[in-house]
């Protein structure tokens, strides 16, 4: 069974620049969440998507970030602008609607400069 | 409101030495409890999970970690470390089904030869 798929890995913008990535969660699964992992912490929810819906966006700085779910399977995750404390890695992982255990992608590591 | 703490960025043991890391969780519903290790570059990994059913759960590669309500506890133990052990390990929380992971932020475990 394919894994949770995240792309790009790495990424290296300047602020105020624009960055978006992509993930494709596991066949079927209709649960997506973007975390935010600074470095030194631990990850911090982005949003949670059911399907096409925001189940919970409460955690996305909402002027400058964006989500989007379109059709319910992959998401992408924007940053306009982004700013130097936006370095981070984005995690998206996946889940079974009922199901407590997410499964997660490996990763986007964002560098802000 | 869920939240986790683990005790200890930092932890160094011995290859062979028994491996103990620390958790405490707050919840105001019954919990579900996680424990995740991540590589380097590497995205999370499910090493078990507390469903309510035993309090002792055993994982993968010889993990195991015992739920004890009293001490509103979690820890991850296993009795004989490995140099491949060395990781990031992060316990985690939710609070039903469907519902968001709280991470807390992280014990970097070595392994000394």
């Known amino acids: 069974e394919a894994g949770v798929a995240q792309s790009p890995r790495y990424k290296i913008i300047e602020k105020r620049q624009s960055v978006a990535f992509w993930c494709n969660p596991i066949?079927?699964?209709?649960?997506l969440y973007w975390y935010q992992q600074i470095l030194g912490q631990g990850p911090k929810l982005l949003i949670q998507?059911?399907?096409?819906?925001?189940?919970?966006d409460s955690q996305l700085p909402k002027d400058r970030f964006s989500a989007e779910r379109l059709k319910g399977v992959d998401s992408t995750l924007k940053i306009q602008p982004a700013k130097l404390e936006d370095s981070a890695v984005y995690l998206c992982?996946?889940?079974?609607?009922?199901?407590?255990?997410?499964?997660f992608g490996q990763g986007t590591r964002l560098t802000v400069v | 409101a869920q939240s986790v703490t683990q005790l200890g960025s930092h932890v160094s043991v011995s290859e062979g030495a028994l491996v103990l890391l620390r958790c405490n969780y707050s919840?105001?519903?019954?919990?579900?409890l996680f424990w995740y290790v991540q590589y380097p570059n590497q995205g999370l990994q499910l090493l078990l999970k507390?469903?309510?059913?035993?309090?002792l759960v055993k994982g993968i590669n010889g993990f195991e970690a015992e739920f004890k309500k009293s001490e509103t506890s979690f820890h991850l133990t296993k009795p004989s470390a490995h140099m491949s052990d060395a990781a990031e390990y992060f316990c985690a929380v939710s609070g039903n089904t469907g519902n968001q992971f709280y991470f807390g932020t992280g014990t970097s475990l070595t392994v000394i030869p």
């Open positions: 507390y469903t309510s059913a035993a309090t």
């Open positions: 992982a996946s889940s079974l609607v009922g199901s407590i255990e997410a499964f």
């Open positions: 919840s105001s519903v019954p919990p579900y």
């Open positions: 066949s079927g699964h209709a649960t």
């Open positions: 998507f059911q399907n096409n819906g925001v189940v919970d």
